[in-house]
């Protein structure tokens, strides 16, 4: 679990990212490592930083999706340029950890938040799988808009949350001259240390 002062420190720094000109304050770059060790990033969208550790919704089939059920240590990195000395790079937060899924209940509640249109997304979508062109995928989109006409859409079972429990947490402020602040957590057990690093 996070402890409670480094957990309030990253929603700070959230709540700040969104405060300012980030158009978009939740983008998250999320690291896999294939099965046969090649990493992979993508960018996915944060949705909560808990102390269980931070959230984000996917496929569970897509090729992130299996990459975690085969491996699930994975690595977030997220970039606010807007915060602090903008000129200097602005804030860079680093998270190493394990990936889980969320509850049912919790993935049903968030899915429930959704617009219309991704909803019937998250069903058509084969993602990661070859799509022949982009009318077979309009063609699934419209099947499902069909099947579900006048109905609440539900969660597909393929479809749902993670979260990212923290071993190692980084957060690089960006200064004048590079003469940056680097402060990294470490988790051993249930303790956290906290200690600088040289920028």
């Not at 990936?99 to 979508?125: C, K, M, N, V």
């Not at 690089?172 to 040289?198: C, I, K, Q, S, T």
Request: contains cysteine; glycine residues 8%; proline residues 5%.
């Amino acid at each position: 679990m996070l402890n409670p002062e480094l957990l309030q420190y990253l929603r700070d720094l959230l709540d700040q990212a969104r405060a300012c000109a980030d158009p978009e304050a939740t983008a998250m770059t999320l690291a896999t490592v294939s099965g046969d060790g090649r990493p992979h990033a993508r960018i996915v969208l944060l949705k909560g930083i808990e102390a269980d550790g931070l959230r984000f919704y996917t496929n569970y089939r897509s090729a992130k999706g299996e990459e975690i059920r085969a491996h699930a240590e994975v690595a977030l990195c997220l970039h606010w340029k807007h915060l602090g000395e903008v000129k200097a790079g602005g804030v860079q937060v680093r998270v190493e950890g394990r990936a889980s899924r969320l509850h049912d209940d919790e993935s049903d509640a968030y899915f429930s938040t959704r617009p219309r249109g991704s909803q019937i997304g998250a069903w058509a979508s084969l993602q990661s799988q070859t799509l022949p062109d982009r009318a077979a995928f309009d063609a699934r989109v419209a099947d499902y808009e069909q099947q579900f006409a006048g109905k609440d859409v539900p969660r597909p079972p393929h479809w749902g949350g993670y979260r990212v429990l923290p071993d190692v947490v980084e957060v690089w402020h960006g200064r004048e001259f590079r003469l940056h602040e680097r402060r990294r957590w470490e988790r051993f057990a249930d303790v956290w240390r906290e200690r600088l690093l040289y920028p």
